[in-house]
């Protein structure tokens, strides 16, 4: 079973840049696709950005522009690199298939962004 552990994460002034890493314990050739998520207390987990095989990527239309999600199947890693952060950015953030497997969701990594 792929295990998924999340790193990066911080503490930021707005505006500010932090890059998130998704490091897999296995393959994840058949992970398809990796996506990031979000979420905040009280709040529903949702969908920040996935990325398939053919590198072809979605993000939501709040962090178009500001995020870009990439891979790197050779150290079964998927990345988050956000710049231009705001406030509503602060989260724990998450990586795991998409739509997204119970079994694979890890401790995911905090993001703060400080007005």
């Known amino acids: 079973q792929v295990q998924l552990v999340e790193s990066g994460g911080g503490l930021v002034q707005a505006g500010g840049s932090l890059t998130l890493s998704c490091a897999a314990s296995g393959s994840i050739f058949s992970l398809e696709p990796m996506g990031w998520f979000r979420q905040v207390p009280g709040k529903q987990r949702e969908l920040v950005a996935f990325?398939?095989?053919?590198?072809?990527?979605y993000l939501v239309d709040s962090v178009k522009g500001r995020f870009t999600i990439s891979r790197d199947s050779a150290k079964n890693t998927v990345y988050l690199q956000m710049t231009s952060l705001k406030p509503e950015d602060t989260a724990v953030y998450y990586c795991n298939q998409q739509p997204p497997s119970q079994a694979l969701w890890g401790r995911g990594t905090q993001v703060t962004v400080s007005s």
């Open positions: 990325i398939t095989r053919g590198d072809i990527t």
